[in-house]
């Protein structure tokens, strides 16, 4: 894959490279799937709401508790 990135031009090679680091979390394909819709859904009507982005990275899993981490 990596032979197939360099053909791309350098900005769209960026937003690739973010787009699969940004999903590397999501492990099955229902997961991916529903991250999918949901980021379709959000971005339908070209605003995005604060609990839309909520939304979006906990589908993400960027928005993870510790649950290791004691609670202050």
């Given at each position: 894959?990596?032979?197939?990135?360099?053909?791309?031009?350098?900005?769209?090679?960026?937003?690739?490279?973010?787009?699969?680091?940004?999903?590397?979390?999501?492990?099955?394909?229902?997961?991916?799937?529903?991250?999918?819709?949901?980021?379709?859904?959000?971005?339908?009507?070209?605003?995005?709401?604060?609990?839309?982005?909520?939304?979006?990275?906990?589908?993400l899993g960027?928005?993870?508790?510790?649950?290791?981490?004691?609670?202050?």
């Amino acid at each position: 894959m990596n032979f197939l990135l360099k053909l791309l031009p350098a900005d769209k090679r960026a937003l690739l490279e973010l787009a699969l680091r940004i999903t590397a979390n999501l492990d099955t394909a229902e997961e991916r799937k529903k991250v999918a819709e949901l980021t379709k859904e959000v971005f339908k009507d070209g605003k995005v709401s604060i609990g839309e982005w909520a939304k979006l990275g906990s589908a993400l899993g960027v928005f993870k508790i510790d649950e290791n981490k004691e609670a202050k």
